[in-house]
Nanobody, 125 residues
């Protein structure tokens, strides 16, 4: 019942743009921080960007000036606009929410460290 679902990945040429979306399942009623991570083949998962419920954003140095994270709190959705893509941006991108509040019937629960299934971004030269 607690799901984060990414979409928007695909194949793009270097210099192009993609916009990723991550939507929370309707059972989730509140999310504080949200973020995007990525994992390239043979590498560890790394932080791309995070955003608080108030809109404060934080970026990895490698994407500053090229990527923009945003969110729609009413929809519990976070976005990642990726511009000027480079081949080194190729990875599976994952959405993350460290803490969520979700509801089953009339009962509220806390979920920790929620991840989406990932969406593949491939940047060709």
């Amino acid at each position: 019942q607690v799901q984060l679902v990414e979409s928007g990945g695909g194949l793009v040429q270097a210099g192009g743009s993609l916009r990723l979306s991550c939507a929370a399942s309707t059972s989730i009623v509140s999310i504080n921080d949200m973020g995007w991570y990525r994992q390239a083949p043979g590498k560890q998962r790394e932080l791309v960007a995070t955003i608080t419920s108030g809109g404060r954003a934080n970026y990895a140095d490698s994407v500053k000036g090229r990527f923009t994270i945003s969110r729609d709190n009413a929809k519990n959705t976070v976005y990642l606009q990726m511009n000027s893509l480079k081949t080194e941006d190729t990875a599976v991108y994952y959405c993350n929410a460290p803490v969520v509040i979700y509801r089953i019937g009339s009962v509220y629960f806390t979920g920790n460290d929620c991840w989406g299934q990932g969406t593949q971004v491939t940047v060709s030269s």
